[in-house]
């Protein structure tokens, strides 16, 4: 998605995917319906992504190195250059309150794994923090995505790896 809630519609899909419109109003009676079930459907994904990470790792910080390298990737080749939640959170005031309640889910999933990364990662010894844990990850959430923004603002990936690193090296121990 890369015009937001408000910048396609049904015809759109339809033509994209080569699939008649009714074919999507059948499954999503509304695109409230379609957008909420793909917001919800990629926390889905997240969460499996998640335990990959945490199972893929004991360590916390190389948890997040594993997080943010899969979002370097992404942007690098332009695979998922920008987070469909973030796209959708830039619009928030303008949603439909179930959408922006999705929204908020995810961001919500998001800053409490991160919470227990920065946690596990003090205690660990790996990590060092200046506030809350909470605080932190909501800092370091918001460095990943402002650094998203940047990358896409400026046309230039290596924006992201720039900012994401400094956000590391802040609270590596």
Not at 102 to 114: E, I, K, N, S
Request: proline share 4%.
């Amino acid at each position: 998605m890369r015009g937001g809630y408000n910048g396609f519609s049904y015809a759109d899909l339809a033509e994209r995917f080569a699939i008649r419109k009714a074919s999507i109003h059948h499954h999503f009676p509304s695109k409230v319906d379609l957008v909420v079930a793909v917001v919800e459907r990629g926390r889905t994904v997240i969460q499996g992504q998640i335990a990959a990470l945490e199972a893929g790792s004991p360590v916390a910080m190389d948890q997040l190195l594993m997080y943010t390298d899969y979002w370097k990737r992404c942007i690098k080749d332009q695979t998922a250059p920008f987070c469909l939640a973030a796209v959708l959170a830039a619009e928030l005031p303008s949603l439909p309150s179930e959408v922006a309640l999705a929204v908020r889910g995810h961001f919500t999933d998001l800053a409490r794994w991160l919470e227990r990364v920065l946690s596990l990662g003090v205690k660990q010894g790996t990590m060092q923090l200046e506030a809350s844990p909470a605080l932190e990850a909501e800092a370091f959430m918001a460095a990943v995505y402002g650094a998203m923004l940047a990358a896409r603002a400026f046309d230039d990936p290596g924006r992201f790896d720039t900012i994401v690193e400094s956000s590391i090296q802040r609270i590596r121990a």
